[in-house]
């Protein structure tokens, strides 16, 4: 019996054999980081050892990395120390920023799911006052690169925060940390080969952070808790094996994969497609054909893959991505996520491609796609809502 194949790597990738032997090492030897001991040094070496290794990856000084518990908890740390300043968010951030973000303003994006950059600059101008503006790097779900570079020079000329959830980013596009200088930069380690559970915050020099967990000393006093250190230890073996240029490669098999399904199902979207995306992700929405029903079709077959966002607790619906960018009604329901990473080989894609072929054969005819049944939200009212608020 042939083995699953995986492709929800933007969900989670499975983990590399560096982070695992690291890991297993690890695990083996005692010693509290904190402690003072010959075992707490070693612990504490090794951790530091990885803040170098994940640091060089972004090409930032080690110490401005805060090793959390996820990217959501990162995230949420810098959300909570915005302080009184308004907050705008993209409409197609993770649920990690939405909702840490109550109160906050959303940017539209174009049809293409690139935020709008005049919206934007627009925005930071009615909030009146200096904001804090979070733009994730790459959309979970469709793969679409964002202007982050643009973003933080609006964000720099308007007296803004900026921070960049580079989640889906870091070891896939190489970017330059460093030369872009977010306030507040957001990886995880389990998007790049590294365990779960443990997640950064790069923070810039002279920047606020108001910890969320209290009663220690530990991350320079921005996140207590004893570090975990084996976790730590995978997170910098996955970074110091992250491969940018295989990464880029992905993009023809997922070209080909794209290319073979349009062909044999014509009413098939490919959401963002004409955009910049990150070389492993396809977004497919076939209308009539809900997300949820090809997800298990597809499992039940031996293909891993997701139906939006892999972060909501088992719960289907539809994907708030898709709404933003135009895609509304049934469209954003029948989307499913398709996401290639380092394992992935070509006799993956072209096994799930004839699988997905033989399912949507057997269903047969759908419906033509109509694209943008729903208006972006337009940008006035938006910045109607910024003004009110304030």
């Not at 990395?65 to 993209?90: H, K, Q, W, Y």
């Not at 597809?298 to 909501?312: K, Y």
């Amino acid at each position: 019996m042939a083995l699953p194949i995986y492709l929800d790597h933007n969900g989670t990738c499975p983990p590399r054999p560096q982070a695992v032997a690291a890991m297993v090492e690890v695990l083996s030897l005692p010693g509290n980081p904190s402690s003072v001991h010959a075992q707490g040094r070693e612990a504490r070496r090794r951790v530091e050892v990885a803040r170098r290794q994940v640091a060089a990856l972004l090409n930032l000084p080690p110490a401005t990395l805060t090793f959390t518990g996820s990217g959501t908890e990162a995230n949420a740390l810098v959300l909570a120390s915005a302080g009184d300043r308004p907050i705008i968010t993209s409409a197609i951030e993770h649920a990690s920023v939405l909702e840490a973000a109550q109160g906050g303003v959303r940017c539209p994006v174009t049809r293409d799911g690139v935020v709008d950059l005049v919206a934007l600059e627009a925005l930071l101008v009615a909030a009146g006052r200096p904001a804090l503006l979070s733009l994730m790097a790459v959309n979970n779900e469709t793969g679409v690169i964002q202007p982050v570079a643009e973003a933080a020079a609006l964000a720099r000329r308007h007296g803004a925060l900026f921070h960049c959830d580079a989640s889906q980013a870091v070891g896939r596009l190489a970017w330059d940390w460093g030369a872009i200088a977010p306030d507040y930069l957001t990886v995880s380690a389990h998007k790049i080969g590294g365990p779960q559970g443990v997640g950064a915050l790069a923070v810039r020099d002279g920047m606020p952070v108001v910890p969320l967990l209290r009663g220690g000393g530990q991350e320079r006093r921005r996140r207590a808790g004893t570090e975990n250190v084996a976790g730590i230890v995978g997170f910098g073996a996955a970074a110091a094996a992250c491969d940018v240029e295989g990464f880029a490669r992905l993009a023809v098999l997922r070209d080909g994969l794209e290319d073979r399904l349009r062909a044999a199902a014509p009413g098939l979207l490919v959401a963002g497609a004409d955009a910049p995306r990150v070389a492993n992700t396809s977004c497919l929405v076939t209308p009539g054909w809900r997300g949820e029903t090809q997800v298990m079709a597809l499992d039940l077959a031996g293909f891993a893959v997701s139906s939006g966002s892999a972060c909501s607790s088992g719960k289907v619906a539809a994907s708030h991505v898709l709404a933003a960018m135009g895609l509304g009604g049934d469209l954003a329901g029948s989307a499913i996520r398709v996401s290639l990473g380092w394992p992935t080989t070509a006799e993956d894609v072209a096994r799930f491609a004839d699988a997905w072929i033989a399912l949507h054969t057997r269903r047969g005819p759908a419906p033509v796609a109509q694209q943008a049944t729903l208006p972006p939200q337009d940008m006035q009212s938006v910045i109607s809502q910024t003004a009110r608020q304030q």
